[in-house]
């Protein structure tokens, strides 16, 4: 099994209720987290090919490719298994249609689920899934 890494803005609620959603459909603890605004998430940011202050993509990496915005999301989704890995399909839509989705929500992220004075610190259960 491939373990990849999700990097994600720490201080954004809706992508930590993302976070707490994959660790709760992820029985066999594929996925690992790095915070955007931690070294290693800045580090893997930078890989990526994008700015290190772009705390608004989620990063997925996975067997050392770097996947960002709708793509991360769907093979995030299809990671998980049934039912979540059958929205995969949507892969098959051009990329800049199923980005312009993932931007409106990207930009609207924290308007309307707001942000955290600091960045989420793991419960001693998922500790070892934090980078």
């Known amino acids: ?51 290190r202050d772009q705390t608004d993509t989620v990063v997925l990496v996975e067997n050392g490719d770097y996947h960002v915005r709708s793509d991360a999301v769907l093979r995030i989704a299809r990671g998980l298994g049934r039912p979540w890995s059958l929205l995969w399909p ?15 929500v990207a930009g609207l992220r924290t308007r309307v689920f707001g942000r955290r004075d600091t960045c989420r610190v ?7 899934r934090f980078l």
């Open 1 to 51: 099994m491939t373990e990849s890494i999700v990097v994600f803005d720490g201080v954004c609620n809706l992508c930590n209720a993302a976070v707490d959603f994959i660790v709760r459909h992820d029985p066999d603890t594929r996925y690992r987290f790095a915070a955007s605004q931690s070294p290693v998430g800045g580090a893997l940011i930078e890989a990526a090919g994008l700015p």
């Open 90 to 104: 949507l892969i098959h839509l051009p990329r800049p249609v199923r980005d312009l989705g993932y931007r409106l």
């Open 122 to 128: 793991p419960t001693p259960e998922e500790r070892d």
